[in-house]
């Protein structure tokens, strides 16, 4: 795997909008701050755009994100927002020079495709706070952002949960939104999760669409497949009039409880203040005991 090496002062930032639209004021706001961090950066052309539901066409989105992935002078992508859109363009991207001049991206939600392809591609990214986080002065969420991109090493203490099952693993760490990975699944862009510590989290879904995504990769034979799961914020989720009967930690707790690997809930990642920034691709090891954490160090 390829890990990019870590930034430093006067290093170039480019923040780009690789699915949805984005209040422009946001982007700038984030400009100024990674600035006073001492950072160059480069706003694309298109990122600030409007088209429908996406910052711009899907040719503009990916000649936006292919010129950063080529350009040697760039240290780090910055995605500005989630939404919906990367999966319109994954299939169209050349890693050829970025594997001359690896860099970081950034990002989570629908930016779990973006991962999924760097993974096998053989390159390492950052599962982490956008642009809206850092322009949104999410303190946590920023600190351990640079603590990723600065160093080469995090670890996260973690309270217990009563659905946690102990265990310690070290592997490679992946995944992201789990309804965008149930979106790959099948394609030649779902991630290797074989032997893998899995990190899920997602947001507005309803919650027997949740239960079919488990079961999806259940009857796939993927929770047979991995040594360790990591299950971040389920926000917002959804319930019918007539409701399902159980909550998003308990329908996931109830399609992995017979496996025995270590399985940590409640984790500070996804669409929540202080999403925790993890590196996917990087060995991490995965603590659950009565004094549970998750380190990584690449």
Request: charged fraction near 20%; charge should be positive; include cysteine.
């Amino acid at each position: 795997m390829i890990i990019p090496p870590k930034l430093k002062q006067n290093d170039l930032i480019a923040i780009l909008s690789p699915s949805g639209r984005i209040n422009s004021n946001i982007i700038d706001n984030a400009k100024t701050k990674l600035e006073q961090k001492g950072y160059r950066v480069k706003i694309l052309k298109h990122a600030k755009g409007n088209y429908y539901q996406y910052a711009a066409t899907d040719s503009q989105r990916l000649e936006d994100l292919q010129n950063a992935l080529d350009n040697p002078e760039i240290s780090c992508i910055l995605c500005a927002r989630g939404g919906y859109g990367a999966i319109r363009i994954v299939d169209k991207l050349n890693f050829t020079k970025i594997k001359k001049h690896p860099k970081w991206v950034v990002g989570f939600s629908d930016i779990t495709v973006l991962h999924s392809a760097f993974q096998n591609a053989g390159i390492a990214s950052i599962h982490g706070p956008m642009a809206k986080s850092i322009s949104n002065d999410d303190f946590i969420a920023a600190k351990y952002l640079f603590q990723a991109l600065e160093n080469n090493n995090l670890e996260y203490n973690f309270k217990n949960h009563f659905l946690n099952k102990t265990g310690k693993v070290k592997s490679l760490l992946t995944g992201g939104n789990l309804s965008v990975l149930a979106g790959l699944l099948g394609t030649p862009y779902m991630p290797d999760l074989k032997n893998k510590i899995l990190l899920i989290e997602d947001l507005n879904e309803y919650l027997y669409k949740l239960d079919r995504i488990m079961w999806s990769f259940k009857l796939a034979g993927i929770f047979k497949q991995i040594r360790g799961l990591v299950v971040g914020g389920f926000t917002d989720m959804l319930d019918n009039d007539n409701p399902f009967g159980k909550n998003a930690y308990e329908i996931i707790a109830e399609h992995v409880n017979e496996y025995n690997y270590p399985i940590a809930f409640n984790f500070s990642v996804g669409h929540i203040l202080g999403n925790h920034s993890v590196v996917m691709g990087a060995e991490a090891e995965l603590c659950v005991d009565e004094s549970s954490h998750l380190s990584q160090k690449w």
